[in-house]
């Protein structure tokens, strides 16, 4: 199959390493992934180039060009699959998508759609999503907003839990140098993060285990309010701001466990990279972050917006053996069992086929 995934860019995130390991596994399968940005190339997309993908960045500057140009590329490109990625990509490519002909039009929203919502992105979206065949939550709580939200048919809204590559472990004379019990946070650096919220709860803390760490991997919009929040509160020396890394194992490799803080969520795929190493975890309440660590039992869950329950998570998880042992075990087998790339794909595969056999049935049994 001829498979063209449309997504906002190709920089650093969660997003776009999904969609090219997905487009990895695919041509290993024997199929034609291409990628499609409506902005910027970014660091993976370059990578894919250098992998000889087809990959074409700024698609159009604006709504009316881009729904142009990608009318004007599926006539040409004749593919069997279009795969939007969130809801940019849904309303820049749906409706050029459906006018080319295209057999199956996939839309996967990998947020949780939570309140507050923009009003103008969501009714953009509901014009783009009566295009597509398939409506795609990445968790129970993203399909079940879905529902509540877009006035479309029931049978149009599945779920398909996200997956990933499995991280190889480094070595420790690869891994960057620590000291004391470590906590690593991997992804954006952006408000919905929360990352006040953790430097509080760590602050908090370090009160009774003075050895405690904090890596912080990403870059975005809070990065140097965050920076300076952290030589405000005292606890610069112990809090690190490694950047953005294009390889993230050697720091999940060095870690005691990781650490999301977020105020909404779909399926973070840090999260998920950290169950593959076996990383215990603590997280909010929320989305699909959660379902997952219930699912798996490998981690703590504690309310958002409250600093003292997840500082005392960090303490009992640093100070517990045990309860660690057991919820690194159980992550590598919830990985295993559920969110390798390989079950994802699968699951895509079938949405496709079953969309291009029979387009008004119902979805398949997963």
Same mark, same amino acid.
């Given at each position: 199959m001829k498979i063209a995934h449309v997504v906002d860019c190709?920089?650093? $995130?969660?997003?776009?390493t999904l969609v090219a390991q997905m487009c990895r596994l695919q041509r290993a399968q024997g199929h034609d992934p291409q990628v499609y940005t409506v902005g910027t190339l970014g660091i993976l997309g370059k990578q894919m180039l250098e992998e000889e993908?087809?990959?074409?960045?700024?698609?159009?500057?604006?709504?009316?060009?881009?729904?142009?140009?990608?009318?004007?590329?599926?006539?040409?490109?004749?593919?069997?699959?279009?795969?939007?990625?969130?809801?940019?990509?849904?309303?820049?490519?749906?409706? $050029?998508?459906?006018?080319?002909?295209?057999?199956?039009?996939?839309?996967?929203?990998h947020g949780l759609v939570a309140p507050p919502r923009r009003f103008t992105t969501e009714?953009?979206?509901?014009?783009?999503a009566?295009?597509?065949?398939?409506?795609?939550?990445?968790c129970d709580a993203t399909v079940a907003n879905l529902q509540?939200?877009?006035? &479309?048919?029931?049978?149009?809204?599945?779920?398909?839990?996200?997956?990933?590559t499995p991280l190889s472990r480094v070595e420790k004379d690869q891994c960057p140098a620590k000291c004391g019990f470590t906590l690593l946070y991997v992804g954006r650096l952006a408000p919905v993060k929360n990352h006040t919220l953790l430097l509080q709860a760590f602050r908090a803390a370090r009160t009774s285990i003075s050895n405690l760490r904090l890596w912080i991997v990403g870059d975005g919009s809070e990065r140097?309010?965050?920076?300076? &929040?952290?030589?405000?509160?005292?606890?610069s020396l112990q809090v690190t701001f490694w950047g953005q890394q294009l390889n993230v194992a050697p720091y999940f490799s060095a870690a005691d466990a990781?650490?999301?803080?977020?105020?909404?969520?779909?399926?973070?795929?840090?999260? &998920?990279?950290?169950?593959?190493? $076996?990383?215990?975890?603590?997280?909010?309440?929320?989305?699909?972050?959660?379902?997952?660590?219930r699912h798996a039992q490998a981690s703590l869950i504690v309310p958002g917006e409250d600093p003292a329950a997840l500082s005392a998570a960090i303490v009992h998880l640093a100070k517990s053996d045990s309860d660690r042992?057991?919820?690194?075990?159980?992550?590598?087998?919830?990985?295993?069992?559920?969110?390798? &790339?390989?079950?994802?794909?699968?699951?895509?595969?079938?949405?496709?086929?079953?969309?291009?056999r029979h387009p008004d049935t119902d979805p398949p049994r997963r």
């Amino acid at each position: 199959m001829k498979i063209a995934h449309v997504v906002d860019c190709m920089e650093i $995130g969660g997003v776009e390493t999904l969609v090219a390991q997905m487009c990895r596994l695919q041509r290993a399968q024997g199929h034609d992934p291409q990628v499609y940005t409506v902005g910027t190339l970014g660091i993976l997309g370059k990578q894919m180039l250098e992998e000889e993908f087809l990959v074409r960045a700024q698609v159009g500057r604006h709504l009316v060009d881009s729904a142009r140009n990608f009318l004007s590329i599926f006539k040409e490109l004749r593919p069997d699959v279009v795969h939007l990625h969130n809801p940019t990509p849904a309303f820049y490519a749906g409706p $050029g998508a459906r006018l080319a002909g295209v057999p199956c039009i996939i839309s996967t929203r990998h947020g949780l759609v939570a309140p507050p919502r923009r009003f103008t992105t969501e009714l953009k979206y509901a014009f783009a999503a009566v295009c597509c065949d398939w409506i795609v939550g990445v968790c129970d709580a993203t399909v079940a907003n879905l529902q509540k939200l877009h006035a &479309l048919p029931a049978r149009k809204i599945v779920r398909v839990f996200n997956g990933t590559t499995p991280l190889s472990r480094v070595e420790k004379d690869q891994c960057p140098a620590k000291c004391g019990f470590t906590l690593l946070y991997v992804g954006r650096l952006a408000p919905v993060k929360n990352h006040t919220l953790l430097l509080q709860a760590f602050r908090a803390a370090r009160t009774s285990i003075s050895n405690l760490r904090l890596w912080i991997v990403g870059d975005g919009s809070e990065r140097q309010m965050l920076e300076r &929040l952290a030589r405000d509160t005292g606890i610069s020396l112990q809090v690190t701001f490694w950047g953005q890394q294009l390889n993230v194992a050697p720091y999940f490799s060095a870690a005691d466990a990781f650490i999301m803080s977020s105020n909404s969520e779909g399926l973070p795929i840090s999260l &998920l990279q950290a169950f593959s190493l $076996g990383l215990p975890a603590i997280v909010t309440d929320v989305g699909g972050m959660s379902e997952a660590v219930r699912h798996a039992q490998a981690s703590l869950i504690v309310p958002g917006e409250d600093p003292a329950a997840l500082s005392a998570a960090i303490v009992h998880l640093a100070k517990s053996d045990s309860d660690r042992q057991r919820y690194s075990q159980n992550a590598l087998a919830s990985f295993n069992a559920r969110f390798t &790339l390989d079950t994802m794909v699968s699951a895509y595969s079938e949405l496709y086929r079953t969309s291009k056999r029979h387009p008004d049935t119902d979805p398949p049994r997963r």
